[in-house]
């Protein structure tokens, strides 16, 4: 998908902003759909995840690492969490966290024949490993959305 023409931006103070956007698909018809944004470009998703995460959670979305198109982690100031999501679950994680068994951050998400040949793929955490900071608790948080995109 392309987009190929921008028919309007609007900016919130919040910390995002929603585009309407002409889009083209090869072989389809264009279409419009408005989509929000991280101050940066990133995407976020549609206005309503936007407006859940940071206007009512408080979270700065970005993207889990520069390869990914879409925000999954955001930090929450407030709280002082790391926020994991995708459109199924979101969870939090701050300082002093522990996975335990069970938990998804305990888990890729990936099949394990993948998984043999993308072992870098892998982002889970040991059970056990505990947040002493947080870029640990960053961590998990990225662990956690990967095993639940």
């Not at 936007?50 to 993207?63: F, H, Q, T």
Request: hydrophobic share 30%; net charge negative; with cysteine.
């Amino acid at each position: 998908m392309d987009v190929v023409k921008t028919n309007w931006i609007r900016r919130y103070k919040a910390g995002y902003e929603l585009r309407n956007e002409v889009q083209r698909t090869p072989g389809c018809q264009d279409f419009a759909m408005t989509s929000a944004y991280t101050p940066d470009g990133d995407y976020i998703g549609d206005s309503r995840d936007a407006y859940r995460l940071v206007r009512k959670r408080g979270i700065a979305p970005e993207k889990a690492s520069r390869e990914h198109c879409v925000c999954s982690v955001g930090f929450c100031e407030k709280e002082q969490k790391w926020y994991g999501w995708s459109h199924r679950a979101i969870y939090g994680f701050g300082v002093g966290d522990v996975v335990k068994d069970g938990d998804c951050t305990a888990e890729s998400g990936w099949t394990d024949e993948y998984l043999k040949d993308h072992p870098d793929e892998d982002k889970s955490l040991p059970v056990g490993f505990r947040a002493e900071s947080m870029d640990d608790a960053k961590r998990m948080a990225v662990a956690f959305a990967e095993s639940v995109s």
